[in-house]
Nanobody, 125 residues
Framework: QVQLVESGGGLVQAGGSLRLSCVASTPTFSRHALAWFRQAPGKEREFVAAISWSGSSTYYVDSVKGRFTISRDNAKNTVYLQMNSLKPEDTAVYYC??????????????????WGKGTLVTVSS
Protein backbone atom coordinates (compact mmCIF):
# COMPACT_ATOMS: atom_id res chain seq x y z
CA GLN A 1 0.00 0.00 0.00
CA VAL A 2 1.45 3.35 -1.05
CA GLN A 3 1.34 6.15 1.45
CA LEU A 4 1.64 9.84 0.68
CA VAL A 5 2.48 12.08 3.61
CA GLU A 6 2.26 15.85 3.28
CA SER A 7 4.00 18.40 5.47
CA GLY A 8 4.92 22.07 5.51
CA GLY A 9 1.53 23.65 6.06
CA GLY A 10 0.96 26.36 8.63
CA LEU A 11 -0.11 29.93 9.27
CA VAL A 12 1.42 32.68 7.15
CA GLN A 13 0.62 36.32 6.46
CA ALA A 14 -0.56 37.45 3.06
CA GLY A 15 2.41 37.96 0.77
CA GLY A 16 4.44 35.30 2.53
CA SER A 17 5.73 31.94 1.35
CA LEU A 18 5.48 28.29 2.28
CA ARG A 19 6.91 25.11 0.81
CA LEU A 20 4.85 21.96 1.00
CA SER A 21 6.41 18.53 0.75
CA CYS A 22 4.89 15.14 0.03
CA VAL A 23 6.89 11.97 0.63
CA ALA A 24 5.77 8.72 -0.99
CA SER A 25 6.45 5.27 0.41
CA THR A 26 6.85 3.44 -2.87
CA PRO A 27 9.82 2.28 -4.93
CA THR A 28 7.79 3.09 -8.05
CA PHE A 29 7.58 6.80 -7.22
CA SER A 30 9.43 7.80 -10.37
CA ARG A 31 6.80 6.08 -12.51
CA HIS A 32 3.96 8.20 -11.16
CA ALA A 33 2.82 11.65 -12.12
CA LEU A 34 2.06 13.79 -9.07
CA ALA A 35 -0.21 16.67 -8.26
CA TRP A 36 -1.40 19.02 -5.56
CA PHE A 37 -5.08 19.66 -4.94
CA ARG A 38 -6.70 21.88 -2.32
CA GLN A 39 -10.02 22.19 -0.59
CA ALA A 40 -11.09 25.43 1.04
CA PRO A 41 -13.75 25.48 3.78
CA GLY A 42 -17.19 24.99 2.27
CA LYS A 43 -15.83 24.45 -1.23
CA GLU A 44 -15.12 21.51 -3.49
CA ARG A 45 -11.63 20.18 -3.89
CA GLU A 46 -9.80 21.79 -6.80
CA PHE A 47 -6.72 21.00 -8.84
CA VAL A 48 -3.68 23.20 -8.16
CA ALA A 49 -0.66 21.84 -10.01
CA ALA A 50 0.69 18.65 -11.59
CA ILE A 51 4.07 17.34 -12.67
CA SER A 52 4.88 14.44 -14.98
CA TRP A 53 6.91 11.43 -13.88
CA SER A 54 10.08 12.88 -15.40
CA GLY A 55 9.43 16.41 -14.23
CA SER A 56 9.56 17.70 -17.79
CA SER A 57 5.91 18.75 -17.86
CA THR A 58 4.03 20.86 -15.35
CA TYR A 59 0.58 22.37 -15.34
CA TYR A 60 -1.09 24.91 -13.04
CA VAL A 61 -4.52 26.27 -12.38
CA ASP A 62 -4.69 29.88 -13.57
CA SER A 63 -5.13 31.30 -10.07
CA VAL A 64 -1.65 30.15 -8.95
CA LYS A 65 0.37 30.63 -12.14
CA GLY A 66 3.44 32.75 -11.50
CA ARG A 67 3.15 32.26 -7.73
CA PHE A 68 3.37 28.48 -7.16
CA THR A 69 5.98 26.06 -8.44
CA ILE A 70 5.69 22.28 -8.38
CA SER A 71 8.84 20.16 -8.47
CA ARG A 72 9.96 16.65 -7.62
CA ASP A 73 13.04 14.81 -6.43
CA ASN A 74 12.76 11.18 -7.48
CA ALA A 75 15.83 10.25 -5.46
CA LYS A 76 13.98 11.36 -2.32
CA ASN A 77 10.52 10.16 -3.38
CA THR A 78 9.30 13.69 -2.75
CA VAL A 79 7.19 16.26 -4.56
CA TYR A 80 7.19 19.90 -3.52
CA LEU A 81 4.91 22.88 -3.90
CA GLN A 82 6.66 26.22 -3.44
CA MET A 83 4.01 28.84 -2.73
CA ASN A 84 4.94 32.52 -2.94
CA SER A 85 2.91 35.72 -2.71
CA LEU A 86 0.25 33.87 -0.78
CA LYS A 87 -3.25 35.30 -0.61
CA PRO A 88 -6.05 34.71 1.90
CA GLU A 89 -7.95 32.86 -0.82
CA ASP A 90 -5.15 30.27 -0.89
CA THR A 91 -6.30 29.10 2.54
CA ALA A 92 -7.19 25.42 2.25
CA VAL A 93 -6.20 21.88 3.07
CA TYR A 94 -3.63 20.88 0.46
CA TYR A 95 -3.53 17.28 -0.72
CA CYS A 96 -0.89 15.37 -2.62
CA UNK A 97 -2.05 12.84 -5.24
CA UNK A 98 -0.29 10.32 -7.45
CA UNK A 99 -1.40 8.53 -10.57
CA UNK A 100 0.17 6.56 -13.38
CA UNK A 101 -1.42 8.94 -15.91
CA UNK A 102 -0.45 12.64 -15.91
CA UNK A 103 -3.59 13.67 -17.80
CA UNK A 104 -5.83 12.11 -15.15
CA UNK A 105 -4.28 14.38 -12.53
CA UNK A 106 -4.52 17.46 -14.73
CA UNK A 107 -8.20 16.80 -15.33
CA UNK A 108 -8.87 15.95 -11.69
CA UNK A 109 -10.28 12.58 -12.65
CA UNK A 110 -12.02 10.45 -10.08
CA UNK A 111 -10.39 7.28 -8.90
CA UNK A 112 -6.82 8.59 -8.78
CA UNK A 113 -4.36 5.99 -7.59
CA UNK A 114 -3.21 7.52 -4.30
CA TRP A 115 -4.02 10.43 -2.00
CA GLY A 116 -2.39 11.90 1.05
CA LYS A 117 -4.31 13.05 4.11
CA GLY A 118 -3.57 16.71 3.61
CA THR A 119 -1.84 19.62 5.29
CA LEU A 120 -3.57 22.85 6.31
CA VAL A 121 -2.41 26.19 4.91
CA THR A 122 -3.89 29.31 6.46
CA VAL A 123 -3.12 32.74 5.01
CA SER A 124 -4.06 35.69 7.17
CA SER A 125 -4.86 39.11 5.74
Amino acid sequence: QVQLVESGGGLVQAGGSLRLSCVASTPTFSRHALAWFRQAPGKEREFVAAISWSGSSTYYVDSVKGRFTISRDNAKNTVYLQMNSLKPEDTAVYYCAADSQYWRLVHGSTGLDYWGKGTLVTVSS
